[in-house]
């Protein structure tokens, strides 16, 4: 199966290099989060001796949106990117990050206290140790999927990370819109995620002449 | 469509995510997290211990048994909350470990009062003995081993004493209660006192205080002395790595059961009184604490009419490091002392000094899954077992 797959992958791939000039498109929308997700809480500090400090909730309304599979010219190269998770009262910033393979991550701590980034991952197993405030260590996530990333001394602290091998995804905005450019042509697979899962997936068409379509998920 | 490949994008999300974590790994929270549930199960195996070294107050090994805990926390209002434990042991009936009201008078200032069963002020480790933050299985031995020492039961004389020395898992005399039970530890970290704690904080500074029922060796749900303990703690912190605690109690320690048996009347008190120093740093994947406890016990002698202030010590340093993502190392080495007493045959200890090693490690099966192992190493001069080597694994799960 394998060798049948790779050679429909090189074939299709030796074709994707003829029309490089026809018009692109692109693929907008809006995400509807139907579902509560409440932020995780800190566990019964019983053992403490008085209220832990007030914290920063996560933002758990973000989705991100990526197409399944992707035009070959996608996987050509990817630019090493930069990014950055920053970790300000107990709190991942942001909580769901979107990167392409190759990108190095910064997790500056931004906190009085020390924190300890770590992932169990399969897609990225690291553990940054602790460190102080005004610090801040990297991670290169060089293989895609999603990184569930943690922090070992707050355990209500996460966040995720989720690593793509071609550019077309976005993290929906506040009022949960989105928009993925510069797509060829062609029937794709977009998929909707949000916290830990993908939650729906809708097939769409970026007709030959290029332009925006409209794609609206409702997540339940 | 001639420009797709069949690349695979995302490991498929829900499938990537379930094998990093599949068992629940929050809390569960209930009325927009006004009510939170944590739980945490542990098994841990070992060989017996037939030098009972690990023997804690609850009658069987801290290396051999079936650990069940559930903690809450009801947020009534921004300024009182209701927090609470319940725990069994070797699926023994659950009882209540801690309950207690924290109440915030001013919700903008940190300063916490707890009323109730509360958590212990006294020492470093209290707060490291739950799951994940107990980096070996077994315990540090002064807040864990037994002495021969018992509140409700004394010996009538120093001969009587010394004649338990190693037994403190069975210990039995002649004055109070006359029905052989365990003695206790320096510090008990696993039961809990009543009371009213109070405590503050600045960035650098943690300052707490509390007025209980029983002892730092024995805490008490219902007083059964005169005397109340008083004890406080502070902990200065020198940078986000480095901290330093000292802690102090003082409190009545003899029940009224022995005064009555030595016609005392019942508002005597013969108090234990308990130093603690701790220290620990932590940076990068390396975390060290060390902790010195010194305690001693007024105990009054029916043969001779004296008081004998029995005292013991202790020096524990412990630590952990991460050696890569999810696997970790770890080790413990302490001493736990007693002062000499003169009997009949000259002066002896009035217990068996005891050292022990526990060098183990841990791996994450997941975040909140962890399987242990250990070795420990115990050494006791006296006792009927005078050494033991137990291999022990454990594993634990908290959510």
């Known amino acids: 199966m394998r060798t049948v797959a790779l050679a429909i992958s090189l074939v299709v791939t030796a074709v994707a290099s003829v029309p490089a000039q026809r018009p692109l498109g692109s693929i907008r929308g809006r995400v509807d989060i139907r579902r509560a997700v409440a932020p995780a809480e800190r566990r019964p500090g019983v053992a403490d001796l008085g209220t832990a400090a007030p914290r920063d909730l996560p933002d758990t309304r973000r989705a991100v949106v990526y197409l399944e599979s992707a035009p070959s010219p996608a996987f050509d190269e990817l630019a090493a990117g930069h990014a950055l998770m920053d970790q300000h009262n107990e709190t991942f910033y942001p909580h769901v990050l979107a990167v392409t393979v190759g990108t190095v991550v910064d997790f500056p701590n931004s906190d009085s206290t020390y924190h300890n980034v770590f992932s169990l991952s399969k897609a990225k197993r690291f553990d940054l140790g602790r460190y102080a405030k005004g610090k801040s260590k990297s991670v290169v996530f060089d293989k895609p999927g999603v990184v569930r990333v943690f922090c070992d001394i707050h355990s209500h602290m996460s966040a995720f990370v989720l690593v793509f091998n071609h550019p077309f995804f976005a993290t929906t905005d506040t009022d949960g819109r989105y928009r993925i450019d510069n797509l060829p042509p062609g029937t794709y697979s977009v998929a909707a995620w949000h916290e830990g899962s993908t939650r729906e997936t809708r097939p769409i068409t970026v007709p030959p002449q290029g332009g925006p379509v409209d794609l609206d998920f409702t997540l339940q | ?399």
């Open chain 2, 1 to 399: 469509m001639l420009f797709k490949v069949l690349g695979a994008v995302l490991l498929c999300a829900s499938a990537t995510v379930a094998s990093a974590q599949t068992l629940p790994a929050e809390p569960v929270s209930l009325g927009d997290g006004r009510v939170v549930v944590s739980g945490d199960a542990s098994v841990s195996v070992a060989p017996e211990d037939t030098g009972f070294f690990n023997y804690g107050d609850y009658e069987h090994s801290m290396l051999r048994e079936f650990r069940l805990g559930l903690s809450v926390a009801v947020r009534a209002t921004d300024r009182i909350s209701i927090l609470g434990q319940i725990r069994s042991e070797n699926m023994d009936t659950p009882e209540p470990y801690a309950l207690y009201a924290r109440l915030r008078p001013f919700v903008h200032h940190r300063f916490d009062v707890q009323i109730g069963r509360i958590p212990p002020t006294f020492g470093r480790f209290p707060r490291l003995a739950y799951g994940r933050d107990n980096i070996l299985i077994g315990y540090p031995l002064a807040y864990q081993y037994l002495t021969s020492l018992r509140a409700d039961a004394l010996p009538a004389s120093v001969d009587e004493l010394l004649r338990m020395r190693g037994r403190g898992w069975l210990a039995n005399y002649s004055v109070g209660n006359l029905a052989a039970d365990r003695g206790v530890p320096l510090v008990n970290a696993l039961n809990w006192d009543t009371g009213v704690e109070a405590s503050t904080g600045w960035k650098w500074l943690d300052v707490s205080a509390a007025v209980t029922n029983g002892t730092v060796s024995r805490p008490l749900v219902s007083d059964d002395n005169a005397g109340k303990q008083f004890a406080g703690r502070a902990m200065v912190h020198f940078s986000p790595a480095l901290s330093v605690g000292a802690s102090y109690a003082r409190g009545a320690f003899v029940s009224r059961r022995v005064l009555a048996a030595l016609e005392l009347p019942s508002d005597r008190s013969f108090v234990q009184e308990a130093a603690g120093l701790d220290v620990g740093y932590e940076a990068g994947h390396l975390s060290i604490q060390a902790e010195a406890i010194g305690s001693s016990w007024d105990v009054p002698m029916r043969a001779t009419g004296t008081i004998v202030a029995l005292q013991s010590g202790s020096i524990s340093v412990q630590g952990r490091y991460a050696i890569s993502p999810g696997i970790y190392a770890a080790v413990r080495a302490e001493h736990l002392t007693f002062n000499r007493v003169t009997g009949s045959s000259g002066p002896v200890s009035w217990d068996a000094p005891v050292s022990r090693v526990e060098v183990g490690g841990g791996y994450y099966l997941q975040r909140n899954l962890i399987a242990r192992m250990s070795v420990q190493f115990n050494d006791r001069d006296g006792g009927r077992v005078s050494s033991a080597r137990l291999v022990a694994a454990q594993l634990l799960f908290w959510f």
